[in-house]
């Protein structure tokens, strides 16, 4: 192959960033571009994009990566994408429909992506979930209103009926394949995760019939896929690669293979799952201190936490393990025959940014950031250590200065394992002071409050069967040593980082992209083939997972093992505050109740 390199695309809540890696996984060049969120000032609820920018940043930042590296496009065996769990809304020539309220909803209009925060459809989401439908079953319970089904709906009632039946519904990952290729073929990550697509089944109609999507079963499910090629696994060929159109656009060769895509969650559980790792303070040449490699069958122990904006809990079983409030378990979401489970936390990224920038001493904060030209969390774990010198407590004992403030992080709703869009965020233990120091105690109860439903998420994932050795943390928040330590303490597991933490799912799309491109070379599939039937797909990921597990192995670069270091007694504090966790939950559930019959709500 020798020149080799593969290009991964990430589109992110806020950004989109393409690499250039090669066979081996080395980053050759990466660059990311800032693509545009529309909020209504009126409805907090409301969040929207658009194809035609998504596009326009993919293209952009493709042809900076490619002009960074050196290489030619020649050079590039495969392209894959992956990205929020979003909906995004096109006619039949692919042209953008509007989805925004009023009377441009349903013309054709720029903002043309419902965001996966979106929570516009929460009346149909109670709707889905009244039926008690098996469907449910296979999403932990309930239905959440950030997949696509319940926005489905919510266009459906919202919409005038011709305008409606015109459109093609697509998870943003999928359309990013339709986009390049021209071909309709869905992913079986998106369907199944967001989409109420069963295992071995695919879509009930009566139960789409039940919710008021009458008109969707009516066109055999053609508006979301069940007209178009069989639905493939991660990895395997969209098409016949790019379209002379999108190769154009991106600066690449027409015809260049594009993989199925995949969710931006688990893009990240591919870029990280497969990782060696060396224990804390080893040297990086003694490659004798590297864990053993990974076999498939492993990863059944291994959960991946894909932090960002939210925070996404993943883990793969052989058999199907159902969790009430997780979603899934998801069968063939990557691996065939494999099953999925996906926990979530709606606002962890979020969270702490919402922490820091309301409160009063954050622009003292920024000052001192600027002023001391250091990093702004550097500041806080500083000013939290002459916290604890002041109060007579030993290094690092962030713990005891909170001991008695509690929060309940759940600003945007509760994803996992409640289930409950309805729950709100709390503190307990405020005081008068508003000062840094009182903006470093927040801060770390902040990571506190995350870790501690990681214990929730994890111990649900524990109880139904699933045996959790190790997290594999990626993104931004993988970067704070401080929360994958109390993470550590409270679910009793190490935690692992990967090399490079922020590209763990843009290098998850790059596997992907590699495994498309030696798919097609080791099977002599004529790049412009296609899919014929189910039973082709089934038998071609069945024999390549091995390989696709093989190649996740060799581009995944040797990480780092956290243990936790928690005294007997920061774990007994710890342990407590779990518990007020879990009594706050009941409290918040009983007083909304209570609130509620008050109201005759």
């Known amino acids: 192959m020798g020149n080799a390199v593969y290009i991964g695309v990430d589109v992110g809540t806020g950004s989109v960033r393409s690499c250039i890696l090669e066979r081996d996984g080395t980053l050759l060049a990466s660059a990311t571009q800032a693509i545009r969120t529309w909020r209504d000032s009126k409805d907090h609820r409301i969040f929207e994009q658009s194809t035609a920018d998504i596009w326009d940043a993919i293209c952009s930042t493709v042809k900076q990566a490619l002009k ?19 909906l995004a809304v096109v006619d039949a020539n692919g042209s953008p429909v509007a989805i925004s309220k009023g009377e441009q909803l349903g013309s054709e209009g720029e903002r043309n992506v419902i965001l996966w925060a979106d929570h516009r459809a929460e009346a149909e989401a109670e709707v889905i979930n009244a039926t008690e439908s098996i469907v449910l079953e296979y999403v932990g319970g309930t239905v959440s209103l950030e997949m696509e089904i319940p926005k489905i709906l919510w266009l459906k009632r919202n ?33 199944t995760c967001k989409c109420n697509f069963l295992p071995n089944e695919g879509w009930k109609p009566e139960f789409f019939t039940q919710i008021g999507l009458d008109s969707v079963v ?6 979301i896929g069940q007209n178009a090629q069989p639905v493939l696994t991660a990895g395997l060929p969209v098409g016949a690669g790019l379209s002379a159109s999108a190769a154009r656009e991106l600066g690449l060769d027409q015809g260049t293979p594009v993989a199925s895509s995949v969710i931006d969650a688990y893009a990240g559980w591919i870029g990280t799952v497969a990782t060696r790792y060396r224990e804390q303070g080893a040297s990086t040449a003694a490659d004798a201190a590297l864990s053993p490699a990974p076999t498939l069958a492993s990863s059944a122990l291994r959960l991946a936490a894909v932090a960002g904006t939210s925070t996404c809990y993943l883990i793969q079983s052989p058999r199907d393990i159902f969790v009430t409030g997780v979603w899934g378990p998801y069968k063939n979401a990557v691996f065939p025959g494999y099953w999925m489970n996906e926990g979530g936390q709606s606002s962890t990224g979020q969270l702490i940014d919402f922490v820091l920038t309301t ?14 030209q250091r990093d702004q969390f550097d500041i806080l774990f500083d000013t939290l250590e002459a916290l604890c010198a002041e109060e007579g407590l030993g290094k690092g004992e962030f713990t005891e200065l909170t001991r008695h403030m509690h929060m309940y992080p759940d600003l945007h709703g509760n994803r996992s394992p409640l289930a409950d869009p309805r729950m709100r ?33 994890v111990d649900a994932m524990r109880e139904k069967g699933h045996t959790i050795d190790s997290i594999f943390l990626s993104g931004g928040q993988a970067r704070n040593a401080r929360l994958c330590a109390l993470i550590a303490a409270l679910c009793d597991c190490e935690v692992v980082i990967p090399a490079s933490s922020s590209t763990a799912v843009v290098r998850g799309a790059a596997v992907l992209a590699r495994a498309a491109a030696d798919f097609a070379a080791t099977s002599h599939r004529s790049s412009t083939a296609t ?19 093989n190649i996740m192995v060799e581009m995944t670069p040797p990480g780092t093992v956290i243990r936790s270091t928690a005294t007997d007694r920061e774990k007994k504090i710890l342990d407590v ?19 509620d019959e008050a109201a005759n709500l």
């Open 359 to 372: 409160h009063s001493a954050y622009p003292e904060l920024q000052q001192r950031a600027k002023d001391e």
């Open 531 to 549: 899919w014929n039937t189910q039973d082709e797909v089934k038998k071609a990921g069945e024999d390549f997972a091995e390989e696709l597990w």
């Open 218 to 223: 009516a066109a055999n499910f053609a508006q």
């Open 159 to 191: 919409m005038q009926s011709k305008d409606f039946e015109r459109c093609q519904f697509f998870d943003l990952p999928d359309y990013l394949t339709y986009r390049a290729t021209g071909s309709t073929s869905r992913s079986c990550c998106s369907l």
């Open 68 to 86: 960074e590296s050196g290489v030619a496009s020649s050079a590039v065996r495969g392209i894959g994408f992956d990205a929020t769990c979003s």
């Open 577 to 595: 505050k779990y518990r007020i966790f879990k009594e706050t939950i009941e409290i918040q559930r009983r007083w909304r109740k209570d609130i």
């Open 425 to 457: 965020g709390a503190i307990m233990g405020l005081s008068l002071d508003a000062g840094l120091g009182d903006l470093a105690r927040k801060f770390y109860l902040a990571l506190e409050a995350i870790a501690l439903q990681t214990r929730h998420i």
